[in-house]
C-alpha cells in the first residue's frame, strides 16, 4: 500500500515537472515578425523599437557612432543610434559635402567640409532624422533616433527576432507612404510569429530644400 502511494506521488511530481517545464518553455519563447511590403515581398533595414512607456531604460550610450559619405552616398543609409548619442560625419570622398537635416529631431548643418567635422553632432530627441547633401540631390541618408536600446532592424528576409516579454513595438521603414515621422503601432499578444505588411513607395528624387537654405542664408 505504501508503496503504490510513493509510486502514486512520483507519478504526479512527474507531471507537475513536465508542466512546468513547458509552462517555462512557453514563457521564453521568442517572438519572430516578418515585415513585408503591400506586394509580398520581404522589407530589410525596417526598425522595429520595443514601446517602453512604462519602464525606463537605463541604458547611456557612450560610443560615438558613424554617418560617412563614400561615393556620393550616406553609408549605412540607414543608422540606429539612441537618445542621447553622439554622430561622427566624416566625408571619406575627395570633394566636398555640405551635410544638413530640416527634421524636427534633430534640424541642422555641415557647411560645405571635407575630411574631418570638427565635432561629432548629438541627438538628443527621439525620431527618424532625414539626411541631405545641398550639393548632391542624391544622397539621401537616415538616422532612426530610439527613445531606448531595444531596437532591432529586419534582415535580408524581413525578420526580426523579439524577447518573449514584447507586447507593444513600433514599427519604421524609410519607403513607407506614411509621413517619415509616423511610426506603426504593433500590438503582440500570444503569437510566437507575426506577419506586419507596410504599405511603401519609391520616393521620388528629393530636391536639396533650396528656397529654406535661401531663406536662411539671404
Not at 506586419?196 to 521620388?204: A, G, L
Request: overall charge neutral.
Amino acid at each position: 500500500m505504501l508503496e503504490r502511494a510513493l509510486q502514486k506521488i512520483a507519478k504526479n511530481c512527474c507531471f507537475l515537472a513536465i508542466g512546468l517545464f513547458f509552462s517555462h518553455f512557453a514563457l521564453s519563447a521568442n517572438i519572430d515578425l516578418v515585415i513585408q511590403d503591400q506586394h509580398g515581398q520581404a522589407l530589410p533595414d525596417a526598425v522595429v523599437e520595443l514601446n517602453q512607456n512604462n519602464i525606463k531604460s537605463a541604458f547611456t550610450p557612450k560610443t560615438v557612432a558613424t554617418m560617412d559619405q563614400v561615393n556620393k552616398q550616406f553609408s549605412p543609409e540607414l543608422l540606429i543610434v539612441q537618445k542621447g548619442q553622439q554622430v561622427n560625419f566624416p566625408n571619406s570622398d575627395n570633394i566636398r559635402h555640405h551635410v544638413y537635416s530640416f527634421s524636427q529631431a534633430k534640424p541642422f548643418q555641415l557647411k560645405l567640409y571635407s575630411g574631418q567635422p570638427k565635432d561629432p553632432i548629438v541627438f538628443d530627441k527621439p525620431g527618424v532624422v532625414v539626411l541631405g547633401c545641398n550639393i548632391h540631390d542624391s544622397m539621401i541618408g537616415y538616422i532612426y533616433v530610439a527613445d531606448n536600446d531595444l531596437v532591432y532592424k529586419t534582415d535580408e528576409r524581413g525578420r526580426v527576432t523579439l524577447p518573449a516579454t514584447s507586447s507593444e513595438v513600433t514599427v519604421w521603414h524609410p519607403l513607407q507612404r506614411a509621413a517619415l515621422e509616423n511610426k506603426k503601432i504593433i500590438t503582440i499578444n500570444s503569437q510566437t510569429q507575426l506577419l506586419i505588411t507596410i504599405n511603401t513607395s519609391v520616393p521620388e528624387l528629393r530636391n536639396t530644400f533650396g528656397s529654406k537654405f535661401k531663406a536662411q542664408n539671404d
